[in-house]
Structures are given as C-alpha cells and as structure tokens.
C-alpha cells in the first residue's frame, strides 16, 4: 500500500517537473540556440573557412590569415552567446520559483497537492535542467564536430584550440554555472521580493571575490612571507561562480603556456567549490522548508543573508582602506562611503525610512566590530600568526621551491622554479634554521620586501636567486606555505642542499617536463649572441629529447648546476627550447659552460660542434665585425666622475644599451672595428668583464663585454689608432649612406 | 469534515486568527462572513494547505492538512485572484489540473465546457474577469474534489453566469457530496447557496450556526407604546439596534420570536410587528452590535 503510494507520488513529482519544463520551454529553445551557436557554430565556421588550398599554395599567407580571422569572428559569437546563455540563463532560477516573489502566484502553487519538498525539489530540478541541459548538449555536439573537424584539418591549421585545451575550460564555465545556480537559488529563497533576489544575487556574486581580494591584499598586505597571489587565487576560484570562471581562464592560460594541469581536475580544487554549491543546495533546501507562503512579498524572508551581505560590504570598503596601494582610500573616506551604501540598502529592504536609528546603530555596531578587529589584525601582521615557525618535530616533510631569475632573456616564463622535497630530518631542520633567520631578519631589520628586492641589483650574473618557497606539509595533514626574499647571508644556510639528490632529482624532472613541450630548439652563442643555431627539427623529436635530457641528467648528476652562478665556468652557450617550428618564441633556456660533458657530446654526435669550439673560428668575419665589436676606451666613456652611482650606470649602459644610443662624447671613446690580425690578437687574449674593476679598454662583442688585459693595453692602443678602428658616427653614416660595394672596398682597404 | 481547533494565525505582530474551533460537516455549504480583515480568506487557505497555523491545528477527514500532499488532493482552492492562471490555456489549466487531482475527470470537463463554450487555446491572460472564473471553475469542478473552497468566486460574473455557475457547483455537490465553503461579502449569495454561516469579526468566530436557526434568531420588531421608553427601558431584551422615529419605536433583537414577545407585551405596546430578517440585515446588525461600522461595511 505504502509502496503503491508513493509510486503515485514519485509519479505526481515527475510529471510536475515534465510540466514545468514544458512551461519553460522557450527558455531552453533561446538556451539552446545560443549554445549551439557556441561551439558547434565555431567548429563549424572552421570546417566552411579551412580550404585544401592552405595546405597546397606555397605563400598561403594572407589566405591563412584571412581564415583565422574568419574562424576568430565565430569563436568571438560563439563566446559571447555562451556567455550569455550562461549570465541570462541564470534567471530561470526566478521564473522556476516565481510564485516566491508573486502573491497571485502563491496560492497556485502552495495549494497544489505536493508536499513542499516535492514542490521545489521539482523546480529546483527543472530549472538546473532548463538551464544546463543546453550548454551540456551545445558542448556534446561541439566536441562531436571538434572530433570530426580534426579528422579533416591538420593540426596546424586549427585555429579552435584542441579538446585536450577547450575541456577544462568547458567543465570549468560549467560547474560556475552549477554554482551560480545553487547561490541564485539560496538567495532567491531567502528572498521574498523580485527586486532584493535579483540584487542580492549579484551582490553575493560580486562580494565573494571582492572580500577574498580585500582580505589579502588590504588586511593581509603587510604580512611578511605569505603568497598573496596563490591565496587570493586559491580563495577567488573556488568560492564565486565569477572566482571559478576567472580560475578556469587563468588556469588554462597557465595549462597552455607551461603546462601545468588545469585547476578544476584538481580535487584539491573542485571539492571546496563542490562543498559550496551543495552547502547552498542544502542550505536553500533547508530554508525552504521553513519558508512560509505568506513571506511573499516581504523584502527578505531570512534576513540573516541581508545582514551578512551589508556586513560584508562594509567591512570591504573599511578594509579596502588598509590596501593604500590599491586604493589611496582613508579611513574617513571608506567610513562615509560605507555608511551611505549601507544606509541606501537599508531605506532599500526597509522601502522607506521606518527605525531609522535602529538602522544608524547596526551600523555604527558593524563599523566598530570591524574596526577593533581588522585595525589589530593589520597593525600586528594578523596577530603574527604567519611568523611562527613550525616545530621539526610536526613536520612531516618539506617542499622547498628554488626561484631563479634569468636576467638575460625577458621571456615570460624567465622565473624558473625548481620544487624540492626534502624528507630528511636533518636537511628540514637546516630549512628551518633558515626560515627563522630569515625572519628574525625581517623583525630586526625591518626590511620590507620592496626594499630587500634592491640588494639583488647584481648584473654580472646570468641568475640571480630570488625567492624561496618554503612549503611545510605537517603531520597533522595541513600545510604551511611561505615566500621569502632571500640574501646571500640567508641562503648560506641552505646552499648545501643543491648538491643532494633531491635538489638534483628535482632539476632533471623540471627539465625532463619542459623539453617534453618543446617544438623547436636553438643554441646560442655565448660570445656572439645574434649568432643562433636552429637545430633540425628531427631533434625535437620525442626520441632525441628523451636522449638530450638523458645528457643533461647526467651532467646534473655529475655535478653540474643548470643555474650556474659560478663565473669561473666557462660559459659556452644557450640552449633554448621554442614553441613550435613556426612559433619561435622561447618557452625557456638554460646555459651551457665547458663543465657539461655530457650535453655538448650529444649535440656534437648530432652535429652541432662547431658551436662549442673555443678557436679564433668563433670570431667573426670582416664585415660581420663592423657591426658587432667595438673598443672602448673606459676613462672617458665613464668619464672621471667622483660618484660611483654613475660610473655604474655608465658601466651598465656599456651592458644593456645599444653602442649608438651612447652620448656624443662617449661615442667619442669607442670605435666600431673591422676585424683584421691585430683585432684578433687582440680579441684571443680577451678576458670576460665581471664588472669588478675597470681596465683601460673594454671590448663590447654582440651583447658580451670583455676586458683588454693591462699588458695588452699597447696592442689596443694601437688597433684603437689605426684604420680599423673608426668613429661609430662615421661608422653609421657609412653604413646608412654607402653601397655594399664601397663598404667592401673600404674594409679591403683597412685591412690590407 | 473540516475541523479547526484552537487556531491562531499569525502575521508578524498581525492576529489575523485568534483560538478559532470551526467544523465544518461533510456534503454541506458553508458560508464564510465577515468584515474585510475579519479572517475568511486566512481560513480558506488554512484549509487548502497554503498557510499554515501558529498554534492548533487545521484537519481534513482527521488527517492534518498542511504540507499534505494526499488530503491536498481532496481540496481545490478558487481564490480571489485571477491572474495566476493568465499564461495558461483553458486545456493547459485542464491538464495541470489533471496532474494533481486523482479522480479528474475529462468527460467531466468536456461536460461543463459544452455549457460555458470557453475558448480552448487562447491564453487565460486575454480572457475577461468572468470567463476566467468560469474556466477554474469548470477546471475546479472537473478535477472533482471532496471540498471546494471558493473565495469571491462569483465576483466578475454576470447575472446568468452566476446562475449557471452555481447550478453547477449544486449539482456536484449533490452528485459528489462535495463540500463548499464560500467566502463572499455577496450575503445575497450566501443566503441563497450555503446552508451554515460562520461571522467572523477581528479573527474571532462570532458565530457559526446553520442559516435557518441565524436567521431565526434576529428579528426585526416595529413597535408603538403609549408611554415613552428610552433604550435603556429595553434592557430585557438583547438589543442589537434601536431607533425610534415620533412613537414608533424599531428594534433588532436577539432570540425566539416568543420570547421577545413575551418581554414586550410586558410593557404593554399599541402596535408590535415581529419580521423575520434576511441575512444581510443579520450581518448589519450584528456587526453593529459588534462596534462595526455600517458605512464601512461592504456586501
């Protein structure tokens, strides 16, 4: 009986969802157009463009172009339709639960003979369905043509990235949808009114986020050590549909720049955005059940949200006062803002000026409870809470991340970072001794880290060592995590352990993965940096960067730093590892000296030699020499000056500037050179420049500085006097304004 | 049977039912009156399930109704409004209907729809205020409940509309046994289809008998004596109304025709003329006795 019984119920709540979807049908018909005109539309678009001719024409360029920029106008309609099925759809959450905010609506719906669970567990189903069943089968269809439209056109003329890159990002804008629907369901039951519901939806959206980033960068801002970025970004995805969107994008952006995993297959990640949505769900649910029919209408049925959500933005703009950088706001600023919006919410939800006082006393009392606890917790660094150490005993091991910064190469990925994890007893209590140094630093000397940053102003370095991150993972399963600015003094403590196998360890892995994404690769030379060496594409293969990384593993293991900040090693060249073959942007580099036997073996057995040969061959000819190598005379380059801050600018102009971007007097004092013997003697004996002390004569190689020994001085003197070495403005008017022939004629001349 | 027991209904600081005992018997017509605010429509809604009580309870057949899917089943509520319904179909309404009410009936409603000829696919929206009623009504009607519940359902009909309607509701309440309960400030209607009334004044019951013996125990009396009699001369009797106009003296009193005979003849009157009262006059008096302005009174 009871069985039979609750089959007609069961049956009573199924086709009261069929009929509410049937009611909202329009809705999914606009959904559902807009979502195909997202990725099916997209992959579509790429099929009509592409044409076999871009594979068969020689200069297919401007064909080429033309068909991305076709395809790019559909991936931009097709983006924005997404966007806003996935914003608009969001307000089927109002039409599903309607009679909430609707007194005619109410009886309609609290009459019909459904228990109250049933009732909105069916419009709570229906409008999920109405709202995600589109972007799932606009999604489906999409990857379906995306797999066919990969059948027909190489990789390399696919302007929609692979499913592989566009899944994350699909799963991502999903579950932000998921929990934009379980927030606007919380809300909307809380809510009584159309108005408040939709306002305070987008308040709550709005105000996750902004909390987070207040929080971290206002109140913790000061905090020495703590990684604001990963928590401000770690908080922000996972709290807020509009925090998990962001995360998607910026995680896919990282996913497609380095490779690493994108952050919604990170349980780590999705659990806590999976708690939030079902603690709505639940919540909302919850609430439900206690909500009445006669709360229709009012502003705020529960109105703990209300108070929460004006809690918040008051304590956001106060606090956002304490993040000066950001905002400049005083604290007599953010207290008159806050107060105006929390009174025009509150004349809002009240509709009209009704206990006004009682209004004027919750916030004086929400403004002063924000007060004495955020003041205390900026002024003590949040209590000095993030400058205890942690016990060796607790620690069950410890990640250490080795920052390096590349002062040569400015491309994006020029931090490299090499992750650590040292389970020793012996090495974690050393990381320690270093983590309390480095604060006990921080207290005594008050550095704050902008200023620490100055001590690293060290140009004769290829790295320079930046921060380290000190990840402790406890026994008791949490983790502490820190980053510090660390100096030579602290670093002292653990230099030691980039000569253990898991510093080692950790240097080939780092490696093994980032030649792993290598689609090109170049060598540098060290000398002559404009002088690069494509190597063959066959060595991008799979096979041949297994066998490269094998080479420099057992460099590594030999002894090698990959980060050599040794400058008695001979440096001999870069090796760079580029995007793909028609991308030649560098992804990464490490530098290759004299002690990596067994790198320069291998690419000597594929037959890149001559790169790593020390011979007078290195130096280049003739001509190429009248743009590359000049002699400068260093007295009156730098001048006499008694300051030693411009001597060093003059010396760093010598580095970083381009020889014609030099003031007139000190082009005075440097001559471009056409090579001949003499330049050559001269250019065998040179020295490399450590930027310690000042030689008479400096020679500037391409982008190296050398020094002329002092029992060479003569030998320069000369070369510096003679016919080949001439005025760099007359050097450049000769260039500009002469014939290849006359240039050819003159070199013969000077050197005969 | 409806039954309330020890009611309170409460809206924020608002009393809207106070400790009310009501039942209402199976098969009957139970007219609902009141002033505006009184409490009707907060009892047609405890009764459907929509409201539920602070304090006592609210039961159908014994079985508490709120958040009751199953004796829900049993009840269809007509409000006052008519604008819920607007982006339905009359079929839509049909089928929605259907949905909830295990003994709908589609011959049933093709039946009524043969009488009122509504328009089957146009939206309720575009429908005037008395088709509307008239098609959840004929919904109301096909999906055969054990009690029907209508508040104003005649407002918005014409005078043959009315009839119809009615007649309908009549013949399923005999065919059905179906319970009525009406809200209506129409008293004329009241008097005309319900057999009990309840008055309910400030959301207290004043009373709740059914229509004969309410009737039957106000009367009118026109009255002349040789004396002068102020107000006060008649405390004997449970005054409702007293106005004199030169010697004749007219009164509405409380209790059976031979009692108040009895107690007037005791002052020895020239002239005494007892009338029976119709329910509207009922309803005036009463409320007067209960401090209610007439002016303000609608019905």
Known sequence: ?752 | MIKFQNVVKRFDNFIALDNIDLEINKGSAYGLLGSNGAGKSTILRLISGIYSAENGTVEIDGERVFDNAHVKEKVFFVNDETVQFGDFTLDELSQYSKMFYPNYSDDKFEELWEILKLPRKNKLASFSKGMKRQAIVICALASQPDYLLLDEAFDGLDPTMRIIVKRMIVDAMVDNQMTVVISSHNLKEIDEFCDTVGLLHKGKIVFNRDLDSVKGNVHKVQTAFDKEYREDDFDDLELLHFDKRGSVVYLIVKGSEDEITTKLNKMEPKILDIIPLSLEEVFIYEMEGLGYEYSSIEG
């Open chain 1, 1 to 752: 009986m009871n069985t039979a019984l609750s089959r007609v119920r069961s049956n009573k709540a199924f086709k009261y969802y069929k009929f509410k979807n049937k009611r909202n049908s329009k809705s999914w018909i606009v959904a559902l157009v807009l979502n195909l005109l997202g990725l099916p539309m997209m992959y579509i678009a790429q099929n009509i463009f592409y044409s076999k001719k871009l594979t068969t024409v020689i200069d297919a360029g401007k064909m080429f172009e033309q068909y991305q920029i076709n395809v790019s106008i559909f991936i931009g309609i097709g983006m924005f339709c997404i966007a806003i099925s996935a914003i608009a759809g969001i307000f089927i959450v109002f039409s599903s639960f309607d009679y909430m905010y609707n007194k005619s609506l109410v009886d309609m719906a609290y009459s019909a003979p459904l228990s109250g669970t049933t009732r909105y567990t069916a419009d709570f189903l229906s409008g999920l369905t109405i709202y995600l069943s589109p972007y799932l089968i606009g999604g489906i269809i999409g990857f379906i043509f995306g797999g066919i439209t990969n059948l027909r056109i190489e990789e390399e003329f696919r302007v929609i990235p692979d499913l592989s890159t566009i899944l994350p990002i699909f799963l991502g804008v999903g579950v932000a949808m998921l929990m934009a629907y379980a927030l606007t369901t919380f809300v909307s039951v809380c809510c009584g009114s159309l108005i408040e519901a939709v306002t305070y939806t987008l308040i709550l959206n709005a105000i996750i986020p902004i909390a987070i980033l207040v929080t971290v960068f206002g109140a913790m801002n000061n905090i020495y050590g703590i990684l604001q970025d990963e928590i401000a970004f770690n908080l922000t995805a996972v709290t807020s549909p509009m925090g998990v969107l962001m995360g998607t994008i910026q995680s896919s952006i990282d996913g497609y720049m380095d490779g690493t995993e994108n952050f919604i297959y990170n349980a780590r990640h999705l659990l806590p955005i999976l708690l939030i949505t079902a603690a709505a769900i639940v919540g909302a649910f919850l609430l439900n059940k206690r909500r009445k029919a006669e709360d229709c209408g009012k502003p705020f049925v529960f109105k703990v949200l209300y108070y929460i959500l004006i809690s918040v933005v008051t304590y956001c703009i106060i606090t956002a006062h304490f993040a000066t950088t950001i905002t400049k706001v005083s604290i007599a600023s953010a207290i008159i803002i806050s107060a105006v919006i929390y009174f025009i919410l509150e004349v809002i939800t009240n509709r009209g000026f009704k206990r006004f006082w009682v209004s004027a006393i919750r916030y004086v009392a929400t403004a002063l409870v924000i007060m004495i606890t955020v003041g205390p917790f900026v002024k003590t660094d949040a209590f000095g809470l993030f400058y205890r150490v942690p016990d060796i005993n607790s620690v069950r091991s410890v990640e250490l991340t080795y920052r390096y910064y590349d002062m040569y190469n400015q491309y994006y990925d020029n931090d490299i970072a090499i992750e650590v994890m040292f389970k020793d007893k012996d090495k974690i209590a050393d990381i320690i001794e270093f983590h309390e140094k480095t604060l006990k630093n921080y207290k005594s000397e008050k550095i704050t880290q902008n200023s620490k940053e100055d001590i690293y102003d060290f140009f004769q370095e290829n790295y320079i060592f930046g921060n380290t991150d000190i990840s402790y993972k406890m026994k008791n399963g949490t983790r502490i995590r820190r980053s510090y600015n660390t100096d030579n003094n602290e670093y002292e403590i653990i230099k030691h352990l980039e000569d253990t196998d898991e510093f080692k360890d950790a240097t080939i892995k780092m490696i093994e993965k980032r030649l792993t994404r290598a689609g090109k690769i170049s060598l540098i030379d060290a000398i002559n940096e404009e002088q690069i060496t494509y190597l063959d594409p066959v060595m991008s293969e799979q096979e041949n960067l297994d066998l490269l990384s094998e080479a420099i593993a057992k460099d590594i293991r030999a002894g090698v730093k990959i980060f050599n900040q040794d400058l008695s090693v001979k440096k001999l060249g870069r090796l760079e590892v580029l995007r793909s073959e028609e991308d030649l942007s560098v992804i990464w580099g490490i530098d290759i000296t004299e002690d990596h036997i067994n790198t320069i073996s291998f690419l000597t057995q594929k037959g890149y030699s001559s790169f790593f040969s020390v011979g007078k061959e290195r130096f280049p000819r003739a001509d190429v020499g009248l743009y590359n190598l000049y002699l400068i005379k260093t007295d009156e380059f730098i001048g006499n000056s008694v300051y030693d801050e411009y001597k060093e600018y003059s010396v760093n102009d010598l580095y970083y500037s381009h020889i014609t971007s030099f003031e007139p007097e000190q082009m005075e004092s440097a001559r471009g050179l056409v090579v001949n013997d003499k330049v050559r003697e001269l250019a065998s004996n040179l020295e490399e420049f450590r930027g310690k002390s000042l030689p008479k004569y400096l020679v500037k190689f391409g982008s190296k500085l050398f020094s002329v020994p002092g029992e060479f001085d003569s030998l320069a003197d000369e070369v510096f006097n003679s016919d080949v070495a001439i005025e760099v403005e007359n050097f450049y008017e000769m260039m500009l304004e002469e014939s290849d022939e006359v240039i050819a004629e003159f070199i013969k001349e000077v050197t005969k």
